[in-house]
Nanobody
Framework: QVQLVESGGGLVQAGGSLRLSCAAS????????MGWYRQAPGKQRELVAT???????NYADSVKGRFTISRDNAKNTVYLQMNSLKPEDTAVYYC????????????WGQGTQVTVSS
């Protein structure tokens, strides 16, 4: 059983950058795919980026070229570097292990708020 704690969010101007961290309570070395998700006010939660155990990544079209996901298994941590932020990136950001389709492996953490001002 893994608990996840997201951090690193905040208020940033459009065009700025943030790096989010997701700390896991135990080893995620054996987890094939970890993902970052976000949920904006009034919208469904969406998957924005994934990374496999061997470092393969995928991104939602809306963030391609701007966001970079990475993982450090020794620190049980997943990161999301967000550059060229836009107001539409405003959301609560969550991490989780990604299963098949819409399944996630663990309980959701509290998330971290990202607010991008125009």
């Amino acid at each position: 059983q893994v608990q996840l704690v997201e951090s690193g969010g905040g208020l940033v101007q459009a065009g700025g950058s943030l790096r989010l961290s997701c700390a896991a309570s135990r080893s995620i070395f054996s987890v094939n795919t970890m993902g970052w998700y976000r949920q904006a006010p009034g919208k469904q939660r969406e998957l924005v980026a994934t990374i496999t155990s061997v470092g393969s990544t995928n991104y939602a079209d809306s963030v391609k070229g701007r966001f970079t996901i990475s993982r450090d298994n020794a620190k049980n941590t997943v990161y999301l570097q967000m550059n060229s932020l836009k107001p539409e990136d405003t959301a609560v950001y969550y991490c989780n292990g990604k299963g098949a389709r819409d399944w996630v492996l663990y309980s959701w953490g509290q998330g971290t708020q990202v607010t991008v001002s125009s």
